[in-house]
């Protein structure tokens, strides 16, 4: 079974299309890498991954760890009012065209 993960791999780096991997994939070599039971090293050759990107995965993970357990309800107001902007906004450029439109109708009637 791992061989042909390797021989797929080996072929599309051969076609020159590049390694994508999902996110499933590096939550959980990040994960690993969190836990410390494995090095770096042993981690990239297990999943096929490159070393250097194996710990930049684990740093964004703990990167963004803090932000997870963050309160919600201030996320959510800062959310609100960069949509409730965006909406006045909106309104604004309807009403612009709105009387443009009615300006441009009462010429030709």
């Known amino acids: ?6 021989e797929k791999a080996w072929e599309a780096r051969q076609m020159g299309q ?7 994939l590096k939550a959980k070599v990040a994960l690993e890498a969190i836990r410390g039971e494995r090095t770096v090293n042993e981690l990239a050759g297990w999943y096929q991954v490159h070393p250097s990107q194996t710990a930049a995965w684990k740093r964004r993970a703990l ?3 803090p932000e997870l ?4 309800r201030r996320r959510v107001r800062g959310d609100d009012e960069g949509l409730k902007a965006r909406r006045y906004q909106e309104i604004g450029q309807l009403k612009v065209e709105m009387d443009f439109l009615k300006k441009k109708s009462g010429l030709l009637g």
């Open 1 to 6: 079974m791992v061989w042909r993960v390797r």
């Open 63 to 65: 990167e963004g760890l």
């Open 18 to 24: 590049r390694k994508r991997y999902g996110a499933a």
């Open 69 to 72: 357990f963050a309160d919600g």
